[in-house]
T-cell receptor, first 111, second 114 residues
């Protein structure tokens, strides 16, 4: 799986939007972009995924650059419960099985 | 739907002992994965099953590690002759077959080797 690069940590105030960036300059045409997050003392949980177009679900939005070399996970109104490590992961559709996690971005949310 | 469950949640053992962990996936999921996570790092893939067949093993899975999924339902991960370096959180996940089907993770088993 191709490599992704994320900032080690970010901070946000509660009820403000958060934009979590991810660079994946070596992405291939068959790689989907997945985001998972891991809350303290829990296993990771799925957030969202996309291929080329921007995606929205009840948890977040995913904005994908036109050249697909970067993407941004958007939390529209951060809450204290969104404090977690966020992982950006590329999965090849042809061989997709395992998830290859990096070190992710640790998001701190403050009052 | 009770989600993915793992037992035990915590295990403390002495170096050289054998340990076994169990994972019960979501019932209709035919894929089951094992990952290991050490402090400050993201989870690392160990192995996965599709039904009862073990389809991929990481080079991290040394000869001391063995995983089974005998009836395509629950799975066990055994570590023989544990070493202090085996101390980690062991995570299990399950999913349906498909290139973008999300994986559902259990709470993990934290292993401490003294």
């Amino acid at each position: 799986d191709a490599k992704t690069t994320q900032p080690n940590s970010m901070e946000s105030n509660e009820e403000e939007p958060v934009h979590l960036p991810c660079n994946h300059s070596t992405i291939s045409g068959t790689d989907y972009i997945h985001w998972y997050r891991q809350l303290p003392s829990q296993g990771p949980e799925y957030v969202i995924h996309g291929l080329t177009s921007n995606v929205n679900n009840r948890m977040a939005s995913l904005a994908i650059a036109e050249d697909r070399k970067s993407s941004t996970l958007i939390l529209h109104r951060a809450t204290l419960r969104d404090a977690a490590v966020y992982y950006c992961i590329l999965r090849d559709t042809g061989t997709a099985s395992k998830l290859t996690f990096g070190t992710g971005t640790r998001l701190q949310v403050t009052l | 739907d009770t989600g993915v469950s793992q037992n035990p949640r915590h295990k403390i053992t002495k170096r050289g002992q054998n340990v076994t962990f169990r994972c019960d996936p979501i019932s209709e999921h035919n894929r089951l994965y094992w990952y290991r996570q050490t402090l400050g790092q993201g989870p690392e893939f160990l192995t996965y099953f599709q039904n009862e067949a073990q389809l991929e093993k990481s080079r991290l899975l040394s000869d001391r590690f063995s995983a089974e999924r005998p009836k395509g339902s629950f799975s066990t991960l055994e570590i023989q002759r544990t070493e202090q370096g085996d101390s980690a959180m062991y995570l299990c996940a399950s999913s349906l077959v498909g290139p973008y089907n999300e994986q559902f993770f259990g709470p993990g088993t934290r292993l401490t080797v003294l």
